[in-house]
């Protein structure tokens, strides 16, 4: 029989609720380092959403996974802060890139990455339709550590080389809203990106509706011995 505190006093006190929430973890207890708690308590985030919690320590851990949580709910932390986080251990290279299916969303991730990682000076750069080719050429040379990106026109500079590129270090790869990446639209973008990047990556999906297409990816790009991906549903 379970004697657990917790338990007895769920059967001594008819008011106490029967499912107990679980209690929240700090930022440090998933894993985050000081420098960064400080940056989030900086914006008075002091917190982890449920997503947050749930994805960062799989990410952290090197697992692939699939963060499914409603929108405003702290998807883009959940992904950034892991990538933050493990990037001082290896700052060399095009580190994580950022798949996303609109500019302006690259635009707020970049914001976000920005506010937590220009005091860690991660570099990142934002790689666009709809801007200059030669200068976002000209960017790649100052060796960020992220990109973030619509898969179109990343798929438009490895084809014509114009920059110094190089995925070959490329440790994370993330599908931001992965249920609108998952589509025709961008299936051959996406199929050329798979060729090029590193086998030896994390594949971390992140959506507000999990569809059919978010589940199958993992099994998309097998590996030996991979293990299953981390799902977060909400
Ligand atoms: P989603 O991608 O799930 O739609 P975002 O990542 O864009 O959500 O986050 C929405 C807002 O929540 C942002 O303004 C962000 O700064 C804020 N936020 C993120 N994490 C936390 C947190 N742990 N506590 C409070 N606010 C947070
Ligand atoms: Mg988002």
């Not at 440090?28 to 947050?52: C, F, H, W, Y």
């Not at 190089?166 to 998952?182: G, N, Q």
Request: proline share 7%.
């Amino acid at each position: 029989a379970d004697t657990s505190g917790a338990q007895r006093k769920i059967v001594d006190n008819s008011q106490e609720p029967l499912s107990l929430p679980k209690k929240t973890p700090s930022f440090t207890s998933l894993g985050i380092s000081d420098p960064i708690v400080r940056a989030l308590a900086n914006m008075s985030i002091k917190l982890p959403t449920e997503v947050q919690a749930a994805c960062i320590p799989p990410m952290l851990a090197g697992k692939d996974c699939i963060g499914n949580a409603k929108t405003g709910s702290g998807k883009t932390f959940a992904f950034a802060l892991p990538i933050i986080q493990s990037l001082s251990k290896d700052p060399y290279g095009i580190y994580a890139l950022v798949l996303t299916p609109t500019r302006e969303l690259a635009f707020q991730i970049s914001e976000q990455f920005a506010v937590i990682g220009s005091a860690l000076n991660v570099k990142t750069s934002i790689i666009v339709g709809g801007m200059d080719m030669m200068a976002q050429a000209i960017d790649l040379r100052n060796r960020p550590h992220v990109v973030i990106a619509t898969p179109g026109r990343i798929v438009d500079h490895l084809r014509s080389s114009t920059g110094e590129w190089d995925l070959s270090r490329v440790k994370y790869l993330i599908l931001d809203e992965a249920d609108r990446l998952l589509t025709s639209t961008f299936a051959p973008d996406l199929s050329y990106l798979f060729g090029v990047l590193p086998k030896e990556r994390q594949t971390c999906l992140f959506t507000a509706t999990l569809t059919p297409a978010v589940e199958k990816i993992a099994d998309a790009t097998p590996r030996a011995g991979k293990q299953k991906p981390f799902v977060h549903r909400m």
